[in-house]
């Protein structure tokens, strides 16, 4: 009742238009975040040593996917940069004793087109502009200031369109092409942006 006594009612048809408008909105919303998910961005948390200690474990990031959806929408391949961190799909893991298919996250040493030469505990980089070949490890800034790990392995790779060759930082415990080979631009996810956790170590990438 209101101060003069007189009686309030809420009608039916009010009733239900604020339900409707209730449920309208959480579907929305729910909708929204379903689209930024898939297209925009998405929070992971590191699980593993592979990438340390660039990451460690735990670690939660920002992976942007706006690049990848764009080059879906054009049919054109998305190709990250050389040094860049991406979250991928990978299949056939089984055969090293792990769940055959993962997301994983590593960093972007060749590129389509690349030699890529593993000897001597250093990768080697053959390409148009360095028919020499190059360090990426040297050359890229990713190990400023840093100790540059041991490479192991010994083999040559020569990558065709669209292929990536993938590494992790801490290359003496790390799963990556080194052991299943290249990756194709079509099953990358997005590439790391921000490190949100732990809160000292916020850092964009």
Avoid: C
Avoid at 61 to 84: E, M, Q, S
Avoid at 100 to 114: A, H, M, T
């Amino acid at each position: 009742m209101d101060n003069n006594g007189s009686e309030i009612r809420v009608s039916k048809g009010s009733a239900w238009r604020d339900f409707f408008s209730t449920v309208l909105i959480l579907v929305a919303a729910l909708l929204v975040a379903l689209f930024m998910i898939t297209f925009v961005f998405r929070s992971y948390q590191v699980d593993g040593p592979s990438m340390e200690t660039t990451l460690m474990n735990n670690d939660k990031l920002i992976i942007w996917k706006v690049p990848r959806t764009w080059a879906y929408i054009t049919g054109h391949p998305y190709i990250p940069k050389r040094g860049d961190i991406i979250v991928f799909n990978e299949s056939g893991l089984a055969r090293f004793g792990q769940q055959n298919e993962k997301q994983l996250i590593k960093r972007v040493i060749g590129l389509p087109g690349d030699t890529v030469v593993v000897a001597n505990g250093v990768y080697t980089i053959y390409d148009k502009k360095h028919p020499q070949g190059f360090d990426p490890d040297k050359t890229l800034p990713y190990f400023k200031n840093r100790t540059i790990p041991y490479t192991s392995g010994n083999l040559t790779v020569k990558l065709g369109p669209n292929q990536l060759f993938v590494s992790g930082d801490n290359r003496p415990d790390s799963l990556d092409s080194r052991d299943f080979g290249p990756i194709n631009a079509s099953q990358i996810v997005g590439q790391l942006v921000l490190r949100v956790y732990p809160i000292n170590k916020v850092s964009t990438f």
